[in-house]
Structure formats: structure tokens, C-alpha cells
């Protein structure tokens, strides 16, 4: 059963312009949304968890800078801008968050995303 | 700050053999830890996870923990061609989880 769809599943971005990528939640139980990087190291590294319609995050990290926003209860959106080494960005859902969560991680199929 | 740290970088081992792969963390307020394996072009999926010391068994797999050493293990018996796979563990920390480079596990026939 598939919990998360992400768009689009891969991306050519020329260097300089930022991408918008989209996270689907299909299943109302799982409502923490997060965000997370793999690089091409496969390094994986969390990013932002955004629970409730209206949140908005930004972080900047080594290679890229990301503006997260909850959109709806099922819908959860990453801008990617200042890119400069290609990563999949993948879209988590779980049925709680914090550090005392017993609960899974279910990944979405990841939106790979590679610098011109 | 969580820091998670895994050996061996990679693995090379014949079927039916055991693989185990070890994982240490830096910070003891995590709680729960997990083992997540990812096969190639695919998304990482959880194995198993541990919150006690002590060992837990699913199936052909074995994680054990050790919270004073700040380490952990996943242990594969039998080890079969489709366990071949990237292997990442994980510490939760804060909001997310904190994850390990991981292990390559390569499982010839």
C-alpha cells in the first residue's frame, strides 16, 4: 500500500534555479510529514518534520537551501534553491514525532534531483 | 547533538553465511534505534527497531543493544542474494532520526 507520492520523481535543475517538489500523504494516520536528504554519498539526513497546515521551516545547508511549508493535511511541499551537488530528497510520514517515538519512518520513493 | 557511526563501510559474504553489521552513537538520550536497509534506486524501508538492552529476533534477523557502550547490531542468518543492500541505522534524536553512512552488503551466490 502506498503511503507517500512525491513529484516529480527526478529533476534536472539547471545551477541557480530552485525546484519545487511535492509530497502527497495517502494515509491520514501517518500525519507527521518530514523531510529528509540523501547525498550522493548516501548520507541520509533529516531536515524538517512540519505537523500542522501552515508551518514553514528554512534551513541552509552544505550544497543547497530549503524552504519547507505544510500546505494541507496531505500535502507537503520543499523548495530546493543554490543547489550545487546533486541528492534525493525524500518525503517521511509517521504516526508520531520526538525523540521518544517508537514509530516508523515510512519513506516516500524520493524525487532525485541532479545540477546542470 | 547525535553523531552514528557504522562498520564495516562494506561487506562481501557468500550465501548462506552471517552478516554483522555494528552501529555506535554518541548521544545516550536517544531512546530507539532502528535498522533500515535500502536496495539500489529504491527508498530506504525499516528492518527492525530496539528501545531495551538485549537482543530482539524477527525472522532471520537479530538486533542487539547495548545502551552503556553506546552500540548497537544487526545480525542476518543465512544471508540470501535479496539481503544485498545498503544498511543504515538510525538513532532517533530530537524530531528525526540521525543516520549512520551505512553498509553495503554485497551477498553472492
Known amino acids: 500500500v502506498t503511503l507517500l507520492e512525491q513529484n516529480p520523481r527526478w529533476r534536472l535543475v539547471p545551477r541557480g534555479q530552485a525546484v519545487n517538489l511535492r509530497c502527497i500523504l495517502k494515509n491520514s494516520q501517518y500525519p507527521w510529514m518530514s523531510w529528509y536528504q540523501q547525498d550522493l554519498q548516501k548520507q541520509l539526513q533529516w531536515l524538517f518534520t512540519l505537523r500542522s497546515p501552515g508551518d514553514k521551516e528554512v534551513k541552509s545547508l552544505p550544497g543547497a537551501d530549503y524552504l519547507a511549508t505544510r500546505v494541507t493535511d496531505t500535502e507537503l511541499r520543499l523548495q530546493v534553491a543554490n543547489m550545487s551537488q546533486g541528492r534525493t530528497l525524500y518525503c517521511t510520514c509517521s504516526a508520531a514525532s520526538g525523540q521518544g517515538s517508537s514509530y516508523e519512518q515510512y519513506f516516500g520513493p524520493g524525487t532525485r534531483l541532479t545540477v546542470l | 547533538q547525535q553523531n552514528v557511526q557504522q562498520s564495516p563501510e562494506s561487506l562481501i559474504v557468500p550465501e548462506g553465511a552471517r552478516t554483522s553489521l555494528n552501529c555506535t552513537f554518541s548521544d545516550s538520550a536517544s531512546q530507539y534505534f532502528w535498522w533500515y536497509r535500502q536496495h539500489s534506486g529504491k527508498a530506504p524501508k525499516a528492518l527492525m527497531?530496539?528501545?531495551?538492552?538485549g537482543e530482539k529476533e524477527e525472522g532471520r534477523f537479530t538486533i542487539h543493544l547495548n545502551k552503556a557502550s553506546l552500540h548497537f547490531s544487526l545480525h542476518i542468518r543465512d544471508s540470501q542474494p535479496s539481503d544485498s543492500a545498503l544498511y543504515l541505522c538510525a538513532a532517533n534524536y530530537a524530531q528525526g532520526l540521525t543516520f549512520g553512512l551505512g553498509t553495503r552488503v554485497s551477498v553472492f551466490p
Open positions: 527497531s530496539i528501545f531495551s538492552n
